[in-house]
T-cell receptor, first 110, second 114 residues
């Protein structure tokens, strides 16, 4: 069973701080990785995708990938209360079918 | 523009009743389509995916079925619902974003089985 593991949280950070979200995966052949944000009662929306080892930055978000350690992370700089949501890590299994982690709840306090 | 629609948005059904959830995609042709379920306290679980008309791949054996009668239409069905079928059902399609293939989700259908 290919798995994606995330700490369920909640991760609490004050406004303006850096939030660090982590994810590990078990399938060594996985090649593409995704971070989705899901607000309560809503469907997931894509934040970032990453395919190569290293960092990928998009605005306040940075995704980090380490394939040797089977580890993906998402950093959110200058966290805002509107960033409070559940963040889902996903790994591509083929045919663009994604295996999702259970998500980490992030709470940003004003 | 490319959009994905799901309906109904919410429904409450008794145990043993049938189910039909519909998903349609606009603005694209021959999309890969997916049905996921998110049950309370659980992660997103892939139920079915389809790469073309009439082609269905099933991930988890259960009392649900899927059909793809038209290129941009994906239907999730059940003949007799169980309590355990309650959850948030999400349809998704594979979309090219900045040269990468990503999944884009519809707004979802929330099912409560009583």
């Amino acid at each position: 069973q290919k798995e994606v593991e995330q700490n369920s949280g909640p991760l609490s950070v004050p406004e303006g701080a850096i939030a660090s979200l982590n994810c590990t995966y078990s399938d060594r052949v996985s090649q593409s990785f995704f971070w989705y944000r899901q607000y309560s009662g809503k469907s997931p929306e894509l934040i970032m995708s990453i395919y190569s080892n290293g960092d990928k930055e998009d605005g306040r978000f940075t995704a980090q990938l380490n394939k040797a350690s089977q580890y993906v992370s998402l950093l959110i700089r200058d966290s805002q209360p509107s960033d409070s949501a559940t963040y889902l890590c996903a790994v591509n299994r083929g045919y663009s079918t994604l295996t999702f982690g259970k998500g980490t709840m992030l709470l940003v306090s004003p | 523009s490319q959009t994905i629609h799901q309906w109904p948005a919410t429904l409450v059904q008794p145990v043993g009743s049938p189910l039909s959830l519909e998903c349609t995609v606009e603005g694209t042709s021959n999309p890969n389509l997916y049905w996921y379920r998110q049950a309370a306290g659980r992660g997103l679980q892939l139920l079915f995916y389809s790469v073309g008309i009439g082609q269905i791949s099933s991930e988890v054996p259960q009392n649900l079925s899927a059909s793809r009668p038209q290129d941009r239409q994906f239907i999730l069905s059940s003949k007799k619902l169980l309590l355990s079928d309650s959850g948030f059902y999400l349809c998704a399609w594979r979309q090219s974003v900045s040269g990468a293939n990503v999944l884009t989700f519809g707004a979802g259908s929330r099912l409560t089985v009583l």
